[in-house]
DNA sequence: TCAAAAGTGTTTTTTATACACCCATGC
DNA sequence: GCATGGGTGTATAAAAAACACTTTTGA
C-alpha cells in the first residue's frame, strides 16, 4: 500500500495581464502565515479528490474572484525547504488574460487581503519562493510567444496592429520594425480586419483586428515564428 | 498550519536512448501491486526529505542501475484517480543516455522484475497513465531536438555525421537532405572533427566528430534551428 | 569488381531585414 | 495648422530547399 506522509501538493498561479502598454502579473497580500502581509503569487493547496488543473481554477477564484482562466502548468517546484512549515511541492501554472475585461479583483476567501495588478518591471521580493517561479514564467511564456498565439490571450478582443506590436515589444523587451511586423502577422492569415475603427483618439484612427481562432486552427499545428 | 493528507509524491522517468539507428526507450517490469507484471516506466514514491530532482535519481538508480543522469522535469500528472491505491501526483522527467556506454540494467530494488530498452515504435500498453507520460515527453524531446544539442546525449562521444542524421531522422520520423544537413550542422561550428575514422565497417569509412560543448556555450545561448 | 555508404556544390526559392515618407484625425 | 500615431513598398541579404554524382573501402 501507500505509504502516509505529510506531505502537501499546492498551485501557484503567475497570471500575466496588460494594460497601458505595459506587461503586469497578478499579486496578492497574503493574510495568513507564514509570510502574513507578504505579497505572493496566488496559490493554495490542492484538496484531495481534485484534479490540479481544477485545483488551479478553483484556487484563483478564491484568491482573486476571477473564473474560467484558461492555466497551463510550466513547472514544478519541489526543493525540501520551499514552505517553512512543513514538505509542499508546488505546481505552477500560467495564464494570459485582459485585463479590462475582468470586473474588480476581489478574494472570496479570507486567505488573501487583496489582489491587484503589478507591472512586472521592479517587481518586490515575494513570499517562499515565488521569485524564481515568477522568473521561470516569465521566460516560458517569452519563449511562448515566437511560435504560439498567446498574445491575443492578453489583448481585447478587438486591437490595433500597434497595440500587438506593442506588447511583443513589451514581452521580449525589444523594439520591433512596424512594416516588418505588420507585414509578418498579416501574411499569416488568422487576423480578421474589421469594418471598425478605434474610437476615442486625437489623432487617425487605427483598424480594429481580431484573432481568428478558427482560422488559426486550420493553418497551423501549433508553429508560428515572431519577434 | 498545513492540513494533513495522505496524498503522495511520485517521479517517473521517460528515459530514452538510441541504438541500432533506432529510438528506444527504459521499461521496467513490475513487481509490485498494482499492475504487478506489467510494463512501466521507471518511478517511484519522493520521500520527504528529498527534491524532487535528488528523488528522480535515486529512482532510476534503484530500478535500473544507472546513476548520475542528467534528469529534466518536464510535466506533472495530477488526476484524482491516476492511481488505484490513492492520490498520487507524479512529475515526469527525461533524459537522453548513451546506450551503449552503459553498464547492463540491473534493479537494486525487488519493485522490478527486470529493466530493460524497448524500440518506442511498437510500445506495449503501460501500466497506470504511462502511456500518456511517455507520449508528452516524447512530444517534448521532438520539439527540443530543433533548438537545443540534445542529440549528442544519445550518441557515443565519437559518432560520425550519418549517424548524428539518423538520429534526427528517428525522433523526427522523417528524411533529412544528406547535404543540407551536414552544412548546417558543420556551420554552427560546435562540432570537432577528429583525426580518426571509423571501424570495422565493409565500406568507406567515415570521419568521426565530437560534440563540443565548450564552443557551443560560447556561440549560442541556447538557440539553434535544425529539422 | 561489386556493394555500400562517404563525401561534396550550385542553383532556386523563401524568408528576414533595413529603411522613410505621406495620411488622417482631433484639438 | 500642428501634433500624433496610422499606414504603406521596395531592395538587399540571409537562410532554406532541391538536387546527383564521384570516391573510398572491404569483402
Redesign the pocket.
Known sequence: MLPKFDSVFSIDCVIFGFEAGELKILLIERNEEPYKDWLALPGYIVEQDESIDDAAERILYELTGLRDMHMQQFHTFGEVNRHPQGRVITVAYYALIRINGQKELRPVTQYAKKAFWHPVSELPKLAFDHSEIFNTGFNKIRRRLHYQPIAFELLPEKF????L?SLYEAVLNKKL????F???M??YGFLKELDE????????????YKFDKRKYGKIFQGEM???
Do not use: C, E, F, H
Open positions: 490595433t496592429l500597434t497595440q506590436q520594425d512596424k512594416r516588418n505588420r507585414k509578418k498579416l501574411s475603427k478605434q474610437k476615442g483618439v486625437s489623432y487617425r484612427a487605427a483598424k480594429l515564428t515572431i519577434g
